[in-house]
Each structure stands twice: as structure tokens, then as C-alpha cells.
């Protein structure tokens, strides 16, 4: 059974980093491409990044392209966002998962979730 622990949020002012991690096991990550998504409060859970798992291919929603960085480490089965420049809009919780990057559809093997709060 896939399990996902999700860590590395807090509270950071606008303009501020962080860098969110996600420890998968109860499957092969290899085999899957990962992705990371959030829930800002009233809204629904949304696509932020995605990774391929065959050639490392990376896909970012509008509103964070060049701004965050998603990466993978198979060998620790580990998922990485860095998030620069961060800014009010980017508050919520985020969760990775498995996915399907195009068209951003998520396994749904949700883990608890960090969260991110930007504010001053």
C-alpha cells in the first residue's frame, strides 16, 4: 500500500523559500511519475509540479514556472519542491503523489500534508 509523508512547510514572509519533501514506500517509485499538488483553504486541490519517471521531464503549473523546482531521488524513493519567491497565493497544503503529469491526475494515496503559509 503506497505511503506518502510529506514534510518541510511552515511559515515564511513573501519573497522567501522553502523546500518540501516527500517520503514515498509501499511501492516502486520508479515506476511512476510523481507530483506534488496543494489545496489552498476554499479551493480545490490543484497541480503544482510533476516529474516524469522515464526521463526525468518536469511539468509546473502557470503560476509557479520559474519559480519552484521539483526533483526525485529513486534510490532513497524521495520527492523534492523548492519553492523560491514564494507569495501570498502559494499558501496551502501540499501533498505529493503519484500521478499522470499530463492532465495532472493523481492517485489519490494522499498523505497527511504540509503547510505553507505565506504572509508577513
Known amino acids: 500500500q503506497a505511503h506518502l509523508v510529506e514534510s518541510g512547510g511552515g511559515l515564511v514572509q513573501p519573497g522567501g523559500s522553502l523546500r518540501l519533501s516527500c517520503a514515498a514506500s509501499g511501492f516502486t517509485m520508479d515506476y511512476y511519475a510523481m507530483a506534488w499538488f496543494r489545496q489552498a483553504p476554499g479551493k480545490e486541490r490543484e497541480g503544482v509540479s510533476c516529474i516524469s519517471n522515464t526521463d526525468g521531464t518536469t511539468y509546473y503549473a502557470d503560476s509557479v514556472k520559474g519559480r519552484f523546482t521539483i526533483s526525485r531521488d529513486n534510490a532513497n524513493k524521495m520527492v523534492y519542491l523548492e519553492m523560491k519567491n514564494l507569495k501570498p497565493d502559494d499558501t496551502g497544503v501540499y501533498y505529493c503523489?503519484?500521478?499522470?503529469?499530463?492532465?495532472?491526475?493523481?492517485?489519490?494515496?494522499w498523505g497527511q500534508g504540509t503547510q505553507v503559509t505565506v504572509s508577513s
Open positions: 503523489d503519484r500521478a499522470i503529469c499530463k492532465g495532472w491526475i493523481p492517485f489519490r494515496s
